[in-house]
């Protein structure tokens, strides 16, 4: 299988996403547009979160951080978070359990 031979959803305005799901985790291959928002949230999925490219502002319980190329972030289940796409942004992230949403 190739990265581009999967289909990319838009799961959000702004936030498209290619997904590849294991029988315990989902693998995330996000491009998202400059401005794209993700509302504050949270969910019982373990979440890491690797930005490739660009700059994005997460918060994280409360805490706001500028995270550019190469920062990785790990997220605990049920941690409150958000983020905004300051530039053009792709993001891998890596759910477990699996994002029965995302399929």
């Known amino acids: 299988m190739k990265l581009k031979e999967i289909k990319s959803v838009e799961i959000m305005p702004g936030l498209n996403g290619r997904m590849i799901h294991g029988q315990t985790m989902t ?3 996000w491009d998202i547009e400059k401005g794209a928002e993700v ?3 949270q969910h019982i999925h373990e979440q890491i979160m690797h930005v490739q490219e660009g700059k994005f ?5 409360g805490k706001t951080k500028v995270y550019g190329s190469n ?3 790990v997220i605990p289940s049920n ?3 958000s983020g905004v ?3 053009s942004c792709k993001i891998l992230d890596v759910f477990s359990p699996v994002r029965e949403e995302y399929r």
């Open 39 to 41: 509302p504050m949230h």
């Open 71 to 73: 920062s990785v972030v």
């Open 85 to 87: 796409a300051l530039t």
């Open 79 to 81: 941690t409150l978070h």
């Open 57 to 61: 502002e997460f918060t994280l319980d």
């Open 27 to 29: 693998w995330a291959f």
